[in-house]
């Protein structure tokens, strides 16, 4: 899946909505959870880091889904710890976890 069928399945999934757009600051899709208001999307290990230099660059993270969705909960648990969702078919998850939650806490420092 990629771009708009992405976030939509994802909004699907988070029973939320689909926001992003041209322009739309980084933000895709509304969760309807108030600790994770909303995620960016990326289909793409290399979409993520383009994503991940920005905000550095910038020093603002948002929350980030790569990969295909996983179930609601298991989402929002690993968002909230590590400040991203790794579909289970991307390969290497653990370390992406890792190097974007050290990228997070260099956006917050």
């Known amino acids: 899946m990629r771009g708009d069928d992405l976030e ?3 909004a699907r999934q988070f029973r939320g909505a689909v926001i992003g757009g041209i322009r739309d600051g980084g933000l895709d899709v509304l969760t309807g959870d108030s600790r994770v208001p909303y995620v ?3 289909g ?3 979409g993520l880091q383009s ?3 920005d905000s550095l660059r910038l020093k603002r993270f948002i929350p980030v889904c790569v990969g295909e ?3 609601r909960e298991e989402m929002l648990r690993q968002l909230l710890e590590c400040g991203i ?3 289970t078919d991307i390969p290497d998850r653990k370390k992406i976890v890792t190097a ?3 990228v997070r806490y260099l956006c917050t420092a």
Do not use: D, N, R, T
């Open 8 to 10: 939509g399945a994802y």
């Open 100 to 102: 974007v939650s050290q």
């Open 44 to 46: 793409s290990v290399k």
């Open 51 to 53: 994503f991940l230099a």
């Open 69 to 71: 969705p996983g179930k």
């Open 85 to 87: 969702w790794v579909g």
């Open 40 to 42: 960016q999307v990326k």
